[in-house]
Structure formats: C-alpha cells, structure tokens
C-alpha cells in the first residue's frame, strides 16, 4: 500500500506540470481554434532561459521561472504577429503547418547552438530536498513545481471567468464577429491569448531544470501529452486540463511501475483512447 501511494504521489506532481502546460495550449485552442505544434518548444525554450540564467548569472530556477514566464509571453505574442494572424479563418491545417515549421526551426536553432547534450544546473535551492512522510518520500522540486503549477491555473481560471479580460476573451471565442461590434479589439485579445498561453508553458518550464536535465528534445513529449490532456479534457476547459493532466500523469507512474516503462506512454493513449471513445469531445467537452 506504501508502494502505491508513494507511485500516485509522484504521478500526481507530475500530472500538475502537464496540466499546466496543457492549460497554455487549451487556451490558445479553445479561444482561437489554432493547433499550435510549438507548444513544446516553447517549453524548451524556456528551460534553456531558466538554464543560462542559473549557469551564467547564478539565478536559481525558482526565480529564473518568471523571466522564462515573461520570455515565453513574449515569444508567443511574436509568433503571433509574425505567423498566426495570417492563418486566422483559414483552415486549421494551415495554421498546424506553420507552427510545425516554427517548432522544427526552434529545436534546430538550440540544436545547433547548444549542441544536443543535456544540461544539468547543480546546487540549486530546492536540489536534492525530500520530505518525508511516514515511509513515503517527496521530492520538494517536483513539490514546489506542482504548487505552482495549481496556482497558475488558479489565477488562469479565475482570470478567464472574472474579469472583463476574462469576459472579452470568452466573447471572441463565441462570436469574433459578434465581439467586434461590441467593441472588443479581437486581434488584440489573440495577441494576448497567444502570450499567456505561452507564459503558462514558461512558468512550467522555468522551473524544470531545478530538476530535470536541459536538451534540444525535451519538449517534444510534453507537447504530445499536452495535446492530449486538452482534447481528453475537452477544447477549452481548463478543469478538463487539469483534470487530464493529473490522470495522464497518475497512469503513466502506475504503468511504469507496475508494468514497465516501456509501457507508460502506451497506457497513457491508451487512456485516451478511452475517453474519447466514450466521450468523443472530452470529459468538459460540450
């Protein structure tokens, strides 16, 4: 039984983390209704800003988190001016294909100028902290990472459904056109939706390194699973993220253990294929 509980804690935390990069993108897709294939290298990115702050600076990641946050924000906006605006009312797979082109570009720039080794920041705050409970064991980096990961979404749901930003973002989602003539700046709603979703990611991503190595390739399954806990969850619902994530990331720690770790990711679409099979638009899906 200690076993298990000490298996379903370590899912939980790590479910956290891929809710929270899956509530950037369930933004993002939910508002807009744009596949954006980068989200994982947005991730990447952002442990490389976390990396180079801590290697060069010797700023820990739990602080660097807000400068990667803040980086990513701004990346997504960028991306939307330079890349998004033109996809809008197209069809979606164009907007896929861009952003497919955007992600192989940004892994082969870090590729290139970082090299494909794994990077590791030694001696940070929370490096190598447990707590312990009883016979079950925490580790404070993956702890502190979960915290904050529940706390975004928070502010991110609360954002969304109580303040008139909130409100004008729900209302271009409906109807743009509609939103329009109400006066609400649509492409200004969507530059911004593009940055917070990529600030979530960031916020993410900014603290990983406190615990887990830094390379060019690192993004590439967060992005799959993300896409994963928004379309398991329903378009658009951040409940519905947060609550894939977590059983994403409790399936994934009871197969690995239980069965291999060969199989982990094997349940995990396996899961969701299940859900989807029964519920084809998500659990919050409408």
Known sequence: METF????????LSGMLYALVAAGLCLIWGVMDVINFAHGEYLMVAMYVSYWLGFLLNIDPLVSTIA???FIFLL???TYKLIIRFTIGKPGLVALLATFGLAVLIKNLCMNQFSPNFRIISNTWLG???IHLGGLIIAVPQLTAGI???VVIGILYWLVNNTRFGWAVQATAM????AELVGINTDRIYVLVFGIGGACVGIGGGIMPSYLAVHPEVGSMFGLIAFVCVAMGGFGSIPGAL???LLVGVVEALAGFYIAPVFKYIAVFGLYLAVIFIRPKGIFGW
């Open 5 to 12: 509980l000490q298996v379903l804690i370590d899912g939980m």
């Open 68 to 70: 990667a946050g803040a």
């Open 76 to 78: 997504g906006a960028l």
């Open 128 to 130: 190598g902290k447990t």
């Open 148 to 150: 904050l990961a529940l």
């Open 175 to 178: 109807d743009r056109d509609a």
């Open 243 to 245: 609550l894939s994530g």
